[in-house]
């Protein structure tokens, strides 16, 4: 039995189970949402600083654009969350109903499963009739609906890790634009957005288990198409006195 996992046969630096997908599945989620807060952001402040110098107005903005995408990313969340939470529950309560009043077939449902998987009848029917007198519930909502009842998603929670990492990803381009002079302030934003996309789309694709490069180049990308088009408008609202 492998002293890291506890599962016979485990590699030691290969994590396993739903707790590590899960975690793995808010990490991701938690580079998606600081990615979103940096091409926002920056496209915003990079339009107004086109457009004005006034460090007044760009703090306005980009302060305003950090606390309207915050709020959408969360109020976004909390409400996807909540509707596939409900939809867990309600499976999970079809479940234990059946469980209840029709436990024969239940098992006959779990032996089939394991006999589906390539297990002998023999060995299904003993593996299904172990799980059930351990925890009937459990085995059948993660067998028949891959659910673990009691690591179901905590919206509050969903939306509060979105608002945060939404947050981290827009102070960068808000920071950018304001500290460096006001010559260097569109140049140094569009380095440090760029360079911080390339840093997301990385290790968003580490994540994923795809190609970095290709990842790293169709974010880049459309940060720096954001930023151009956004900073096309801001010089052109400036020249027409807008």
């Known amino acids: 039995m492998d002293r890291t996992t506890g599962a016979p046969g485990a590699h030691p630096h290969e994590p396993h189970g739903n707790g590590f997908?899960?975690?793995?599945?808010?990490?991701?989620?938690?580079?998606?949402?600081?990615?979103?807060?940096?091409?926002?952001?920056?496209?915003?402040?990079?339009?107004?600083?086109?457009?004005?110098?006034?460090?007044q107005a760009l703090f306005t903005a980009g302060v305003a654009g950090l606390s309207a995408g915050a709020i959408s990313m969360a109020v976004g969340e909390y409400v996807s969350v909540s509707t596939q939470r409900d939809s867990e529950r309600a499976l999970l309560a079809k479940e234990r109903r059946e469980l209840r009043d029709e436990p024969d077939y239940e098992l006959a449902e779990l032996t089939g499963i394991y006999r589906a998987k390539g297990l002998t009848p023999e060995t299904a029917r003993k593996v299904a009739e172990e799980l059930t007198a351990h925890d009937a519930f459990t085995a059948h909502a993660e067998a028949e609906l891959g659910l673990n009842p009691a690591e179901l998603t905590n919206p509050w929670q969903a939306a509060f890790s979105s608002a945060v990492a939404f947050t981290l990803g827009a102070l960068l381009p808000l920071l950018a634009i304001l500290l460096p002079p006001v010559t260097a302030r569109i140049p140094v934003t569009f380095g440090a957005v760029l360079a911080a996309l390339a840093l997301t789309g990385s290790v968003s694709a580490r994540l994923g288990g795809s190609s970095r490069g290709r990842a790293v180049i169709r974010v880049v990308l459309g940060g720096a198409l954001a930023m151009a088009v956004t900073y096309g408008i801001g010089q052109l609202t400036d020249v027409a006195g807008i």
Request: hydrophobic share 50%; no cysteine; net charge neutral.
């Open 21 to 55: 997908a899960s975690k793995l599945n808010w990490l991701r989620a938690g580079v998606l949402g600081a990615n979103d807060g940096i091409v926002s952001t920056a496209g915003l402040v990079v339009g107004v600083a086109a457009a004005t110098t006034d460090t």
